[in-house]
């Protein structure tokens, strides 16, 4: 596809289920970031991915979140026993660009809802 | 946490009316970018501003940017109700072995309506 892929759209989970988001970015990019949007607020940064290294994950907020990208093209986010404070859309981003990144491209998002 | 903030937190115009969305930060950054969000999809990048730039044009777009305030300015001229998003500004920040890599920080946004 031509932009940045996001499955599912929407994920209801309930309270300790463990989900996986994928991210599918456009294809040839070097960069992918994983970035967290609570409702209302601006999108947080999650963890960055350069090809398949795993560059920084300072943004993670528990040792419940996982994100790989093996291959270096499809990524996963993993979070395990879910908790209603992971409700967010859940957006993924790449750029072509592996340093000096000056442009992103932004998947839809996936909206988790934990209940 | 975030670091910009913006203001106002919403803004309601005419269409024809020019639109003027302000984004402060506190640390040094590489760049500044503009990014439009519309409801329930993702972002899109709108412009970008180096550190060592104080204007930039595209199409209805101009952006500022003061260092030395550290701030920053959308201006929108001649609205659509097609503009009808929210915008959000983001800095880069980041340093790899001297090198940005592109990791943003944005702010929480202005919700613009522009009315037909």
């Known amino acids: 596809g031509a932009g940045v892929s996001q499955s599912p759209r929407y994920k209801v989970a309930k309270r300790g289920q463990d989900v996986a988001l994928r991210c599918d970015p456009i294809s040839g990019h070097v960069s992918l970031f994983w970035y967290q949007q609570a409702l209302g607020q601006g999108p947080e940064f999650l963890t960055y991915?350069?090809?398949?290294?795993?560059?920084?994950k300072s943004g993670l907020p528990s040792d419940r979140f996982f994100a790989e990208r093996p291959e270096g093209s499809v990524s996963t986010l993993k979070i395990q026993r879910t908790q209603q404070e992971d409700s967010a859309v859940y957006l993924c981003a790449s750029s072509s660009q592996g340093y000096k990144v000056e442009k992103l491209f932004f998947g839809s998002g996936t909206q988790l809802s934990v209940l | 946490s975030q670091q910009g903030e913006e203001d106002p937190q919403a803004l309601s115009i005419q269409e024809g009316e020019n639109a003027t969305m302000n984004c402060s930060y506190k640390?040094?950054?590489?760049?500044l970018q503009w990014y439009r969000q519309n409801s329930g999809r993702g972002l899109v990048h709108l412009i970008l501003i180096r550190s060592n730039e104080r204007e930039k044009h595209s199409g209805r777009l101009r952006v500022t940017l003061d260092t030395s305030k550290k701030s920053s300015s959308l201006l929108i001229t001649a609205s659509r109700a097609a503009d009808t998003a929210s915008y959000f500004c983001?800095?880069?920040?980041?340093?790899?072995?001297?090198?940005?890599?592109?990791?943003?920080?944005f702010g929480q946004g202005t919700i613009l309506t522009v009315h037909p």
């Open positions: 991915f350069q090809n398949e290294a795993q560059l920084d």
């Open positions: 640390t040094s950054i590489n760049n």
């Open positions: 983001a800095t880069d920040h980041s340093n790899a072995g001297g090198t940005s890599y592109g990791k943003l920080t």
